[in-house]
């Protein structure tokens, strides 16, 4: 088995079900991706199960709770109040809310921002319209989106981004 020390999902699921949710969600797997690093966690609404990335949130104890939480709103939204559709709409703000208040250390946001960025290793620049991003790894031939788009292409030689590693 590959090494996967770490802390106990399915231990941490259940408390923070007890504590912000009256156990009211109903058991959900929760699993380590050890490749997802565009997203910190995914709720998979089908298979009704949690990843959560390991890359990003091992050894961060405050993003993974605050990660696992919001992806536990999303499984209260499906599950409890049977809105599979509710996305970060106002329900899910309010859940989001609600948890936040009653506590002060961990707060749950609508986007996981503290990890892309920490992770990003490259700047990629567009010479054009000046507007950047970051990426964790160099992705050859890529062109600005928006300018390509403004030229009426979906992608053109002419606006392929400068790499600037950080
Ligand atoms: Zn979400
Ligand atoms: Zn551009």
């Not at 090494?3 to 504590?19: E, H, I, M, S, T």
């Not at 605050?66 to 992806?71: I, V």
Request: charge should be positive.
């Amino acid at each position: 088995m590959p090494d996967l020390a770490g802390p106990n999902l399915d231990q941490f699921y259940r408390d923070l079900n007890q504590q912000f949710f009256a156990g009211a969600l109903p058991p959900v797997q929760v699993r380590w991706s050890t490749r997802m690093t565009r997203a910190a966690g995914i709720y998979y609404g089908q298979r009704g199960c949690i990843a959560l990335s390991r890359p990003l949130l091992l050894n961060k104890p405050e993003a993974l709770i605050s990660t696992l939480l919001h992806e536990m709103i999303h499984v209260w939204c499906h599950r409890v109040q049977d809105r599979p559709q509710e996305g970060h709409g106002a329900m899910f703000r309010a859940k989001m809310r609600e948890i936040n208040a009653a506590q002060a250390q961990i707060q749950v946001t609508l986007r996981h921002q503290f990890n892309t960025q920490a992770l990003a290793r490259y700047q990629a620049y567009c010479d054009h319209c000046g507007r950047s991003r970051l990426y964790h790894r160099r992705c050859k031939g890529l062109a600005c989106g928006a300018c390509s788009r403004q030229a009426g292409k979906r992608w053109s030689q002419q606006f392929l981004l400068t790499w600037i590693p950080l």
